[in-house]
């Protein structure tokens, strides 16, 4: 599924937490019981793939916010992908250039 909004002037880890949230949130309202998340920011990534480990750290409110939405998933995977390698978020961020 392709999802599109605008975030704004925002750095791309906060643009990566933002598209996590909502996108979680989407798929949660769709009865979607597992995940897979690609993401081209390796701070992101690997923050909720270990995310077991935020219980411990003091957080933000919209981390808090995607740890408790992650937890409804039967299974979620994180996997980082290299932006040259990831075609999808080029195309999309190209497409935000142009708009913006």
Same mark, same amino acid.
């Given at each position: 599924?392709?999802?599109?909004?605008?975030?704004?002037?925002?750095?791309?880890?906060?643009?990566?937490?933002?598209?996590?949230?909502?996108?979680?949130?989407?798929? =949660?309202?769709? @009865? *979607?019981?597992?995940? &897979?998340?690609?993401?081209? /920011?390796?701070?992101?990534?690997?923050?909720?793939?270990?995310?077991?480990?935020?219980?411990?750290?003091?957080?933000?409110? =919209?981390?808090? @916010? *995607?740890?408790?939405? &992650?937890?409804?998933?039967? /299974?979620?995977?994180?996997?980082?992908?290299?932006?040259?390698?990831?075609?999808?978020?080029?195309?999309?961020?190209?497409?935000?250039?142009?708009?913006?």
């Amino acid at each position: 599924m392709k999802f599109a909004w605008g975030l704004g002037n925002i750095t791309n880890n906060q643009e990566e937490e933002l598209t996590l949230w909502l996108g979680s949130k989407i798929m =949660l309202e769709r @009865r *979607i019981d597992h995940l &897979i998340v690609l993401g081209d /920011s390796m701070l992101v990534i690997h923050k909720f793939h270990k995310a077991k480990d935020m219980v411990q750290k003091k957080i933000s409110p =919209l981390d808090e @916010r *995607i740890w408790n939405q &992650i937890q409804k998933f039967e /299974s979620i995977s994180f996997y980082y992908v290299k932006r040259e390698n990831n075609k999808i978020a080029n195309e999309q961020a190209n497409i935000r250039v142009c708009l913006d």
